[in-house]
């Protein structure tokens, strides 16, 4: 499971002086998906962060929704113990019973298909509701990100490849949101994507 890739380094040229994001910028989508949960009638109240890094997700829950219980993993030796997670591969780990909100944000790409594939059944059995996903495509890569803040050196696929799969289980609320379509959520026709 140990992941040399991910280590000091990395987080140094990633999350160092440039971050590729800020705890800010998280922490408007993180208020935005928590009260979109509220209006749905379906409130979070268990979170996991998956490839958690410099864990700002699971910071912002623990920080501003401290009734929420929170837990975060990643693979990285590195990560786990500079910010505190839990060491599991997404790929082969699974937790023993489900959380309200799973998080997985710009991980994705470091698998390979079949990594990706078996990543993307665990995040499913992960999820009671709500799904919070995003991964550096093939057309991310050209197009919308600064190409010198991030990482290209990636398994770059098309965003359909992740669609298919997501849509099996998944109803896409948009913007990264995904909702279980086992779970209690009942969006109208056009609050999601077809
Ligand atoms: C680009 S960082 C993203 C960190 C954070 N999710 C964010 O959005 O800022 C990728 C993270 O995914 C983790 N990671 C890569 N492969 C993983 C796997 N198979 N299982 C769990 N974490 C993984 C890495 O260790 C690293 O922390």
Known sequence: ????????????RYYGKRPVRSLHEVAHL???????????????????????GPGDWSNWYRTMQPNVRVTSVDVSE????????QQ???SSWSPSSPFDLVI????????????ATRALRNLT??????????????????HTVDRDATDLD????????????????????GAGLWVRKTSSVVLHELEHAR
């Open 1 to 12: 499971m140990v992941n040399q890739r991910f280590n000091k380094s990395y987080f140094d």
């Open 30 to 52: 993180a208020t935005a998906v928590h009260e979109l949960a509220t209006w749905w009638s379906s409130p979070i109240r268990s979170v996991l962060e998956v490839g958690a």
């Open 78 to 85: 590195h990560a786990c113990a500079t910010y505190g997670h």
């Open 88 to 90: 599991r591969d997404i």
């Open 104 to 115: 997985c944000m710009d991980v994705l790409q470091y698998l390979d298909d079949i990594n």
């Open 125 to 142: 059995k992960a999820t009671r509701t709500y799904l919070y996903f995003d991964a550096l495509t093939t057309f991310d890569a050209k």
């Open 154 to 173: 990636a398994h770059l696929r098309s965003g359909t490849w992740y669609r298919q799969r997501l849509s099996r289980s998944f109803k896409q609320a």
